[in-house]
């Protein structure tokens, strides 16, 4: 998987991507600043997204970021 929202904050040594939507945000921001022409993330083979209404809660949550 690329993208895996948790509820609490993952620890040291976690996955870029994983966590909280704040640790997502901060991994984002990290990209962003080494300058990449584009980030794509893909809820598809994330643990928790076994539904459509999954996959869709998770690209909502994408959205907000």
Do not use: C, W
């Amino acid at each position: 998987y690329n993208f895996m929202v948790t509820p609490q904050p993952l620890g040291e040594g976690r996955q870029f991507f994983s966590g909280t939507l704040d640790q997502i945000k901060d991994d984002m921001a990290a990209v962003k600043a080494a300058g990449p022409d584009e980030l794509i993330l893909d809820p598809t083979f994330s643990p928790d997204t076994k539904t459509e209404s999954d996959f869709m809660r998770h690209l909502e949550e994408m959205r907000k970021m």
